[in-house]
C-alpha cells in the first residue's frame, strides 16, 4: 500500500465535493451543504482563490482530502495554516491516511514560516479528538468559536 499526497486540482471537485457531503453526513449536517461542482471549483480553483486543497491517494485512488487557507496571528504578527476539513473515506481510515495529510499540513506551514496550524473540531467526535491528541495537539478551550451566516448576517451588515 502506498500513499501519496498531492495539490488537488480542478479535475478533482466532483471528489471533493463528495468528500464533503460524507463529511456533512458524518457531522450530522447534511442538510447545509450549498456546495456544487461549480462553486467549489470556482472558490478553490478560480482566479484569486486564497484556498487550497489536498488529496490523499492509495493505489492511484483518492481515499481523503484536506481543505485549507492561510489565516493570520496579529500576536505574532505571522500567518498561520486553517484547517477547514479534514476527510478519510470510511473503509480508509486506519491506514494513516488523516495523519499524512495533517503531517502535510505542518509541513506547509513550516515551509510559509507559518506560527500556527489549527483547526476545529465537533467535540462529540471522540475518535477523531484522540488521533489530534495523538499527534500532540492540544484543545483551546478557553476559546468559544461565533458565527453569523445566512439571514442573521445579511440583517446584521444592513444594520
Not at 447545509?32 to 478553490?44: G, M, Q, R
Not at 483518492?62 to 477547514?84: C, D, H, M, P
Not at 506551514?109 to 465537533?122: D, I, M, P, Q, T
Not at 478557553?142 to 453569523?148: F, G, K, N
Amino acid at each position: 500500500m502506498t500513499l501519496k499526497i498531492r495539490d488537488a486540482v480542478r479535475a478533482d471537485a466532483a471528489t471533493i465535493l463528495r468528500f464533503i457531503r460524507e463529511l456533512a453526513v458524518y457531522e450530522r449536517a447534511e442538510h447545509e451543504v450549498e456546495a456544487t461542482i461549480e462553486t467549489l471549483t470556482e472558490s478553490l480553483f478560480g482566479e484569486g482563490s486564497v484556498t487550497h486543497a489536498l488529496i490523499c491517494e492509495k493505489d492511484g485512488e483518492a481515499i481523503g482530502s484536506a481543505i485549507w487557507f492561510f489565516n493570520y496571528s496579529t500576536w505574532q504578527a505571522r500567518k498561520g495554516v486553517y484547517l477547514e476539513d479534514l476527510y478519510v473515506t470510511p473503509t480508509a481510515r486506519g491506514l494513516g491516511a488523516g495523519k499524512a495529510l495533517l503531517r502535510r499540513l505542518a509541513e506547509i506551514a513550516l515551509e510559509n514560516n507559518c506560527g500556527r496550524f489549527e483547526w476545529s473540531v465537533l467535540d462529540w467526535n471522540e475518535p477523531t479528538i484522540k488521533v489530534y491528541e495523538a499527534i500532540g495537539a492540544q484543545p483551546m478551550k478557553e476559546w468559544v468559536r461565533y458565527r453569523l451566516s445566512g439571514e442573521k448576517l445579511s440583517a446584521f451588515a444592513a444594520g
